[in-house]
């Protein structure tokens, strides 16, 4: 199935360039089974043989990221937090969560958002899903476009450009992006433990910290 998709993902490419790029990327954050790494290092790789621009490939591919995360960001918006407590003001105690942890960590986003859009945008596995947050608590649209456009422009630069210099190696930039989502796929496991662990020792119902 993956090779099925990666095949298609390098025709769309070779067929329609930058827009196919745009377009992919675009899905790639809606729909995860896209990957990625292998979106973005061909892109680099079509560039390098003379078929388009490195800089047209990397502007094209953050176009689609920025698509893809209004389209996350709207969706949340429109769901909303008040749907959002009313869930786990009824079905939270399955999960150990009361609406004061959500509203906790609310109030660490509002904090926070900027840099975990910025941040977020950069790593793997997450990259997609801050636009989901961001759109929860209705971030400033024009703030969170800027720092998603920054964030995802690295990302798109790094990995195009890495298909871009390995030519018809391209492909071996997908391993190295393996072992980093398995870093990431630990301290997430690990950082979910922890906050699973620590509800089960204090009480739901105890005071607030």
């Given amino acids: 199935m993956l090779n099925s998709l990666a095949d298609w993902v390098v025709d769309v490419i070779e067929k329609i360039g930058y827009v196919g790029v745009a377009l992919l990327v675009a ?4 729909f995860p089974p896209i990957p990625s790494e ?3 290092p061909f892109a680099g790789f079509h560039a390098s043989d003379g078929h388009s621009t490195l800089w047209g490939m990397i502007v094209a591919a953050t176009i689609g990221s920025v698509v893809g995360a209004w389209i996350l960001y709207g969706v949340a918006a429109a769901i909303g937090p008040e749907r959002t407590h009313r869930f786990v003001e009824r079905f939270g105690k399955w999960f150990r969560l009361t609406p004061d942890d959500i509203a906790k960590s609310e109030r ?5 958002a900027s840099l975990s859009v910025l941040v977020c945008r950069c790593i793997p596995l997450v990259r997609s899903l ?11 649209f024009g703030v969170f476009t800027l720092y998603t456009t920054i964030g ?7 990995l195009i450009f890495a298909g871009y210099k390995l030519r018809n190696n391209w492909h071996d ?15 997430i496991v690990l950082a979910l ?3 699973v ?3 089960w020792r204090v009480p739901a119902n105890s005071p607030a910290e």
């Fill in 152 to 158: 995802s422009a690295v990302w798109n630069f790094a």
């Fill in 197 to 199: 662990s620590r509800r």
């Fill in 108 to 112: 660490w986003f509002d904090r926070h």
């Fill in 27 to 30: 899905l790639e954050n809606l």
């Fill in 193 to 195: 433990a922890w906050l």
């Fill in 38 to 40: 292998i979106v973005l």
């Fill in 130 to 140: 801050i636009s989901i947050p961001a759109g929860l608590r209705r971030m400033h």
């Fill in 173 to 187: 930039v997908e391993p190295v992006l393996e072992k980093v989502q398995y870093v990431v796929i630990a301290a």
